[in-house]
């Protein structure tokens, strides 16, 4: 048995046993964090380096490049392999080259290793992170579009280049292909068969990426993409925002695309991207078996499928070290997701005692004690104290804001409650309901 199983021997067996996860022997894990990304890998201190150089370059893109506001929420967390074996389990299927997975926990994205064409997969879904995270509402077309062009991101020692033709997409708009009616791309919705039909989905993506393609890098266009960029993503409809920002009419930007597509060549770029210096210089570290093992647990349970078998490794981890930290935040956050409050509890209040610096653990622990049938758990000043450390520790966090706003209004302190809000500037897709909900009631309750 490998030395990854020897480790977590337990957890391997539920795993199979549960879930047919098949868990096969691994190499030593490494750690690194910078601070946008923490990377866990089977490949050893050269890949993680090299992991977190990268995609904290990509995210410095974003942020320099493409001016878009601060990334709130967890660090988005890398896991890399060293072969597609030991990536297998976790992915959907043979065919996966590699994936992401979200929850408003965090985010996870999932190679086999750093071989081949990964990359660009991986940036695409990062580019859609960017923009959930952020509060972006752009519609399907561009969503789509901006990400296919950002997944042509290729690190070039301290410079990124980006705008290269993706293969697929070209071959998709090949001699004598016909493109669809701009008023059809801009109204198409992820239930349209232009875009769940594969035979359809070709040609929406390919022109999708083509269109945005042209609109920031054609000599016409690239002048008012940020305007295009703030207005699509402030949910302006897309024939609105383009005839405004460029004085034509959409049949016009149709030919202009129709001959953009027709020439078949696409410009690249090359632009210098900082790199802060705690990032360039990050200290990797060895992970314990037990440590990896908590992240791979963390990423079955984001995934409601393999929730059975985050259940069983949670537990086999559980009963190997019951009081590490890592493990009962991880437990905790979980349980919490899961409407287990009671079973969360212990491991709320057990990550405090072990000084957690996640906020949403302080945040989620008041909102439990603030129910409890307990009173001795609803003293004011405690709970006050809880939604305190929260704030201190992640100001900008909109989960932590929302959750303290709620306890608030339970509390009748519905002006409190408003003023919590009022700090959130852009609100995550994911979040919008219940934000619009707890705003409604912060001021019914604040009248």
Known sequence: MGVWLRG????????VALCALPVRAQNHWTYAAGDHFEIYTTGGDAVARRALQDFDRVHMYFEQAMKTPPITGPRTRLIV??????FAPYAANSSVKAFYQSNVDGDFIVLPSLKGDVLPVVTHEYAHLVARRTGSHYPLWFDDGLAEYFSTVTPMMAKLQIGAAPPERAKALGFGVKLMPLERLFTITRDSADYTAPSRAALFYAESWSLTHMLLTDERYRDRSADVLTRLANGE???LALTTIYRKTVDDIAKDLSKYTLR???KTSTVD?????????AITRAATDFEAGVALASLLASNPEHQPAARAAFSA?????PNDLFLNEAMATFLVRTGQFDTARPHLARAIALKSTNARIYAHFADIRLTSLDEADRVESEIDALHQTALALAPADVEVRLQIARTLIERRRGA???????????????YEKVFAATQAAARKVAK
């Not at 981890?317 to 070290?321: A, G, H, R, T």
């Open 8 to 15: 977590l021997g337990r957890t391997a067996l539920a795993l």
């Open 81 to 86: 392999f060293s072969s597609r074996e030991e």
């Open 237 to 239: 409809p897309s024939a």
């Open 264 to 266: 078949g060549y696409y």
């Open 273 to 281: 991207v900082a790199l802060p210096t705690p990032t360039s210089n």
């Open 317 to 321: 981890l559980q009963l190997e070290n």
């Open 416 to 430: 409190e409650a408003l003023a919590m809000l009022a700090a959130i500037t852009r609100v995550p897709i994911e």
